[in-house]
């Protein structure tokens, strides 16, 4: 697996830093608020158990499953909720955790879903992000690490369900891509 990654863009020290940083500016944010933390699946699963741990204060936590991509490295902009949150988020401060926000189409509908719900704030935090490729006006309140247009895995990010257990944020060697098209 180690060998098909061409290089390391973000090592295991520089997340674990950056996540200290974003961590200590959430906590100040929400302390007392009580905010629900609701990660995108699956590619947030690590990022969003670093982070939650480093914002030491009351809050929930809840999951939903939006898929937009196909078996490839380009956005349909097809959206389709497989998995919904089941708190009730009226009235409360909810914060929507995505490891990488790349054309933005999925969040842009997965926002205007939540919205619906009437929380009393909505903000966006990402690990990633590829403005790069934006086709939609979402922007996010908390980046970890803007990146160049680049597709990388690893750190809970996949290429066809793979990948997702490296440990950094990796680059992806083209005979990757091209092995699995074959
Ligand atoms: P968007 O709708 O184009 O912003 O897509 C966001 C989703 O696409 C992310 O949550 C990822 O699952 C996936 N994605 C976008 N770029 C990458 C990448 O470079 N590597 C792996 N997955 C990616």
Known sequence: MQNDIERILLTEEEIRDRIAELGQKLTEEYKGKNPV??????????????MIRAIP???QIDFMCVSSYGNGTESTGIINVKKDISVDIAGRHVVILEDILDTGLTLSHTIRYLQSKKPASLK????????????SEVQADYIGFTIPDLFVVGYGLDFQERYRNLPYVGILKPQAYLHSKE
Do not use: M, Y
């Open 37 to 50: 933390f609701i990660g995108i699946l699956k590619g947030v699963v690590v990022f969003f158990a670093d």
């Open 57 to 59: 204060i009351e809050s």
């Open 124 to 135: 966006i935090c990402t690990l990633l992000d590829k403005p790069a490729r934006r086709k």
